[in-house]
């Protein structure tokens, strides 16, 4: 947490875990705090300069400017500059504190304890994801259900854990947000939705209760959520009720992405990505890819990958899938 990220050789070749775009900029962050970014489309890659050394998990931005990263270690870092160099907003460290802060004030004892327990831990736990509504609002997740929201661009933090129904402290995944709809996936079926903006949030009752790891708005009514063992569900009515997408692979899926007309592209653990074309699900062809980590959809049906082995730029492919 307090030594800057080293020079590697190959950055676009380092394990990556999110990737973003800001304006026309892509930037990729991943394992031991490597930050890369391409201006010429993903052609090449050059390392931004970043002061920490710990697994970055997401990366997202407001403009072309403005951006933010979550790390392991309670990590969150902010960029001004289009992704060049990274600042830390905050880590481990202070959000036991005013996790421990907001447990006294509410008076919850099971929620008093566990504070307490991360304050003894240490800096350990991981933030997953994070959405970023405006160059100063910012949600971030992570595990053990941890939840923040900082609306004056990382100065000052809130913590959202006790707006969730999540009494066990269960690992939070993935976050989404569509204009006022915020949801959140994560452990043991967990699946939570907020109708206004995050102030407040109610659980959704699903038919699965294995660990979700991604999902997607595709409409303010329409959520998609998939994870361990290729499950992936699907709802059309904000959470009432659900439906099982068959699956064309039992390898967990991991990252996803939201193509601008609805559609959806899932990256699995298999090096897999699968589309749905209207109910169904498709392994899309390609060649062999390593265990993927994220999946980025571009303009023109192209796909921007990312894997345990770096970067991988996919052309359109005209819809073939494999058999």
Known sequence: MDRHALTVQAPSRAVLLGVALAGDRFVAVGERGIAVISDDGCRTWRQAQVPVSVSLTAVAFADDRRGYATGHGGIVLGTTDGGLTWTRLL??????????????????????????????????????????????????????????TTADGGKSWSVRSSLLDNPKGLHLYAVRRRGQVIAIAGEQGLLLRSDDGGLSFRKLSLPYQGSF??????????????????????????????????????????????????????ASQAGQLISNTG????????????????????PGKALLALSVEGAHLLPPLAGKTAS
Do not use: C, H
């Not at 959520?225 to 959470?239: E, F, K, L, P």
């Not at 109910?279 to 571009?298: C, F, I, N, R």
């Open 91 to 148: 880590d481990g460290r202070a959000i036991a504190v005013k996790m421990q802060d907001a447990a006294m004030r509410g008076g919850d004892a099971a929620q008093r304890q566990a504070a307490e327990r991360m304050v003894a831990d240490g800096p350990d736990k991981p933030l997953l994801d994070l959405v970023v509504s405006s160059s100063s609002e910012v949600f971030v997740v992570g595990a053990y259900g941890i939840a923040l």
């Open 213 to 266: 790891f991604t999902l997607e708005l595709p409409s303010g009514s329409d959520i998609v959520t998939a994870g361990m063992r290729g499950n992936v569900w699907r709802s059309a009515d904000a959470g009432s009720t659900w439906q099982q997408l068959a699956s064309p692979s039992a390898a967990a899926i991991v990252a996803s992405g939201l193509r601008p007309d609805g559609s959806f592209v899932l």
């Open 279 to 298: 109910a169904s699900l498709e392994v899309m062809k390609l060649p062999p890819l390593p265990p993927l980590t994220g999946v980025l959809p571009l």
